[in-house]
């Protein structure tokens, strides 16, 4: 198991010093899930949310949250994120809409956080848009899909 670098000798949090690694590009790759009824994603589907386009303020969301990751994360760097892209994929048999976030940039440190940030926020955002009509909603499985980038390389999750 390798050594959590957020944590001192004293087992104290620190912030990792980046400052001496070369800035390198970046990118990952996360996604989440909310489940809903079907009716709600056939409301969604048709716009007719009252609230409006919720794919679109989702995804503006997402975005924002992802360039304010350093201050909602405490220990994360701020970084200079150089494009953060999410996508809407709605499941009409699991009555589910997966989010995914890819984020992108030239830095010491990875953007994982970001993406996952984006993902976070855009799935809040499709609650709150829709909870007048369906407060069952599930947001769940948010993970990393991917990393490139840096020293530790590339990761890719194994699909089950």
């Known amino acids: 198991m390798k050594k959590l670098t957020h944590i001192d000798s004293r087992g104290?949090?620190?912030?990792?010093?980046v400052s001496e690694k070369p800035a390198t590009h970046r990118e990952a790759v996360a996604t989440g899930s909310v489940r809903m009824k079907k009716e709600t994603l056939r409301l969604i589907l048709d716009n007719k949310i009252i609230?409006?386009?919720?794919?679109?303020?989702?995804?503006?969301?997402?975005?924002?949250?992802a360039k304010k990751t350093d201050e909602i994360i405490p220990l994360c760097h701020p970084l200079a994120v150089a494009s953060v892209d999410i996508s809407f994929h709605?499941?009409?048999?699991?009555?589910?809409?997966?989010?995914?976030?890819q984020a992108k940039t030239i830095g010491q440190t990875g953007v994982e956080m970001?993406?996952?940030?984006?993902v976070s926020a855009a799935a809040l955002t499709i609650y709150d848009m829709c909870k007048a009509v369906d407060r069952e909603m599930v947001i769940s499985d948010i993970i990393l899909m991917e990393k490139r980038g840096g020293r530790s390389g590339e990761f890719i999750r194994k699909q089950p």
Do not use: C, Q, S
């Open 12 to 17: 104290r949090a620190k912030m990792v010093d």
């Open 51 to 65: 609230k409006g386009d919720v794919f679109g303020v989702a995804k503006i969301a997402g975005i924002m949250a």
């Open 90 to 101: 709605p499941d009409l048999k699991r009555n589910t809409v997966v989010v995914t976030a």
């Open 114 to 118: 970001e993406a996952l940030t984006a």
